[in-house]
């Protein structure tokens, strides 16, 4: 179900369509999108709010079906695919770094940390030990028993990406990561973004409204009235 037919591209979107239904309207925000993303590279999306940035998000990570078109993901063809297989690949490939940090508050930073891999079935204890080799790695691990409240907002995204590279991710989807932060601490998390991408070869998909943070990923991809416009710079 998992097997990769080709190595270097990890995402293909095909004249994707997705519509919301408000009473007795469909408002379509997503149309006719075609895109390619390779394994490796890193990718700004930009656009006004309510462009269809969040939804085309959602449908990258998972979250929501396309109404028409083809979705492959890791070779997967996401209409294939069980709700059940969409949780298992969620897991296997993607990593979520968000605007409000989403971590679990009577939790420390470690086991916020641990926790996709108590998902998986990994006993506590080695669970506890890979989340903390990878607090290291974010420069964190002098607070891993830390919670999030005692934390400041840089450091509560630091604890973040290490959330969302503990299960050795594919694809690291960030909405508005720098949103909380101050510009120096924003500046801080994109480096580490970055060099994540560059060091470990992990996918990068932002979604900003900065264009300085945009300009840093070798592609800025806009979402306009649900269509996709791409500028690369290489």
């Known amino acids: 179900m998992f097997e990769n037919n080709d190595e270097a591209r990890l995402i293909q979107l095909q004249h994707i369509g997705r519509c919301y239904r408000l009473a007795d309207r469909t408002l379509p925000v997503l149309q006719d999108v075609n895109l390619v993303i390779e394994r490796g590279e890193s990718c700004a999306l930009i656009g006004r709010s309510g462009s269809g940035?969040?939804?085309?998000?959602?449908?990258?990570?998972?979250?929501?079906?396309?109404?028409?078109?083809?979705?492959h993901i890791n070779g997967t063809d996401i209409a294939q695919a069980s709700t059940d297989d969409l949780a298992a690949l969620r897991n296997r490939l993607i990593g979520f770094v968000f605007q409000s940090?989403?971590?679990?508050?009577?939790l420390s930073a470690l086991d916020n940390?641990?926790?996709?891999?108590?998902?998986?079935g990994i006993p506590p204890k080695q669970a506890r030990v890979q989340a903390h080799a990878?607090?290291?790695?974010?420069?964190?691990a002098e607070r891993g028993d830390h919670r999030p409240a005692s934390l400041s907002g840089g450091q509560r995204q630091r604890v973040a990406i290490?959330?969302?590279?503990?299960?050795?991710?594919?694809?690291?989807?960030?909405?508005e990561p720098t949103g909380n932060?101050?510009?120096?601490?924003?500046q801080e998390i994109m480096k580490l973004l970055i060099?994540?991408?560059?060091?470990q070869g992990v996918t990068l998909i932002v979604v900003t409204h900065d264009p300085d943070i945009?300009?840093?990923?070798?592609?800025q991809i806009e979402v306009r009235q649900g269509q996709l416009y791409e500028s690369t710079q290489r």
């Not at 940035?53 to 979705?71: I, W």
Request: net charge positive; charged share 20%.
């Open 53 to 71: 940035k969040s939804t085309l998000l959602n449908v990258l990570g998972l979250l929501d079906r396309p109404d028409t078109g083809s979705y």
């Open 113 to 120: 940390v641990a926790l996709p891999l108590t998902y998986r």
């Open 214 to 219: 945009a300009s840093r990923l070798a592609r």
């Open 162 to 175: 290490a959330r969302a590279l503990i299960g050795n991710p594919a694809l690291i989807l960030a909405d």
């Open 181 to 186: 932060l101050d510009a120096a601490t924003a």
């Open 134 to 140: 990878m607090l290291e790695q974010v420069g964190l």
């Open 101 to 106: 940090f989403n971590l679990l508050p009577r």
């Open 195 to 199: 060099d994540l991408n560059s060091r």
